[in-house]
């Protein structure tokens, strides 16, 4: 079992920086790949970004010049740099992990209890 727990989501003006955490404890819970999905109110659940345990990555076009994903397997967390960040980015941020590379929700067996993102213009 793999327990993940995000932090770092609040209240930002438009334009603003917020950086969120997930971190994992359990047993080789560093060696998933972990991901992050947000979903805003009468959403689906999108995908953002995604970070395998050796440093690589995938972006969302919507986000990639915007968000950086990086982690550091010696404290099994996984972080999410997001800048400028815009209305429309208000959500419920979620971090999973999972053994595979993909951009969908399903095949992530575990997810954290997610952070709230509130963006004001």
């Known amino acids: 079992q793999v327990q993940l727990v995000e932090s770092g989501g609040g209240l930002v003006q438009a334009g603003g920086s917020l950086r969120l955490s997930c971190t994992a404890s359990?047993?080789?819970?560093?060696?998933?790949?972990t991901a992050w999905f947000r979903q805003a109110p009468e959403k689906e659940r999108e995908f953002l970004s995604l970070i395998s345990y050796h440093g690589g990555t995938l972006y969302a076009d919507s986000v990639k010049d915007r968000f950086t994903i990086s982690r550091d397997n010696a404290k099994n967390t996984v972080y999410l740099q997001m800048n400028n960040l815009k209305p429309e980015d208000m959500a419920v941020y979620y971090c999973a992990a999972g053994t595979g590379i993909s951009t969908m929700s399903v095949p992530y067996h575990y997810w954290g209890q997610g952070t709230q993102v509130t963006v004001s213009s």
């Open positions: 359990g047993r080789t819970a560093s060696s998933y790949v």
